[in-house]
């Protein structure tokens, strides 16, 4: 007697629920009642003949065999979506759900004003945009992917370079007309800088700049601390310091009036933007297309900043 395969889709749900230890929690992402992620489960573990998820009051946690489901079920679930495509038809069309994570000033600013078009082009795909600045854990939230600004420490995950954001030293025209304006490094010690904090660290703050050979960080004074670049954009524009933020965010203020461009010959270092997405065998489709579009518009938008 043959055994019965699980469906795709079963395999989903135990993905969701293994890595985020919760059947509410992967109700709520899967968008479907908890009642049908729990038979879900226990139809699988049936088909099985195995147990696969130990529930107590408070967690979830895999048994040897869930925790051998899991490392499989990814690829499968991968190596289906990659033979599915390549049998639709060449109508290049995306289907299923993208979960993507991005800094909260592109996600609210380029990104989105951009994504009708590429809705556009794969309308059978749905894409779950979340917004943050904080490091997310790729794997165990669920991301198909995220988009992160600055130097890539995680070696458990792949990564796609996007390109470089240029950065600017700016403050309000407000600023300038109660402190005056930084010229020079040592302007800096009367000066306020807003700090910009989206991860937990003691780290000492500093307005940071490339000397040719290395970043140089110069202590200053702050009043007020923001965790995500919405809020450090707009505590810079009310008058609470210099700020170091991308010139494509900044660059209508700037022509407006509104900021002002200060220390001119201390620009930081270029920020490096990278996609990152878990180490596979191969990259999801969607994940593929939705890169490219990326880096086409990333490219268009930081050349005419």
């Not at 679930?77 to 592109?106: I, N």
């Not at 943050?132 to 890539?152: H, L, M, P, Q, Y």
């Not at 596979?280 to 268009?300: E, H, M, Q, T």
Request: with cysteine.
């Amino acid at each position: 007697m043959s055994a019965v395969l699980p469906a795709t889709d079963d395999l989903r749900t135990f993905v969701f629920v293994a890595r985020l230890a919760s059947f509410t929690r992967a109700a709520l992402q899967l968008q479907v009642p908890r009642s049908t992620v729990s038979t879900t489960i226990k139809r699988l573990e049936t088909q099985l003949g195995a147990r696969l998820l130990q529930r107590t009051t408070r967690s979830v946690v895999l048994t040897p065999e869930g925790q051998a489901l899991l490392g499989r079920s990814q690829r499968l679930l991968d190596e289906f979506e990659e033979l599915a495509f390549l049998f639709r038809g060449g109508d290049g069309h995306l289907r299923g759900r993208l979960r993507v994570d991005l800094p909260l000033g592109m996600s609210a600013g380029i990104v989105m004003a951009a994504l009708p078009e590429f809705m556009d082009r794969h309308p059978a795909l749905q894409v779950d945009v979340f917004s943050t600045d904080r490091r997310v854990d790729v794997i165990a939230e669920g991301f198909d992917c995220v988009v992160r600004a600055g130097s890539v420490a995680d070696e458990t995950l792949a990564c796609r370079r996007l390109g470089e954001l240029p950065l600017r030293n700016v403050v309000s025209r407000r600023y300038i007309e109660m402190h005056g304006e930084a010229e020079s490094v040592p302007d800096l010690a009367r000066h306020c800088l807003v700090r910009y904090q989206p991860n937990p660290s003691d780290l000492p703050v500093g307005f940071e700049y490339w000397d040719g050979r290395a970043t140089v960080s110069v202590p200053m004074a702050h009043r007020v601390t923001v965790d995500n670049s919405a809020a450090y954009g707009a505590a810079c524009r009310a008058g609470f310091g210099i700020a170091q933020l991308p010139q494509t965010s900044v660059a209508q203020d700037v022509r407006s009036g509104l900021l002002v461009e200060v220390m001119k010959r201390y620009l930081p270092a270029p920020m490096p933007l990278n996609l990152l997405y878990p180490h596979r065998s191969n990259i999801p489709a969607r994940v593929r297309v939705f890169g490219d579009w990326l880096l086409d518009i990333l490219g268009k938008s930081m050349s005419v900043a």
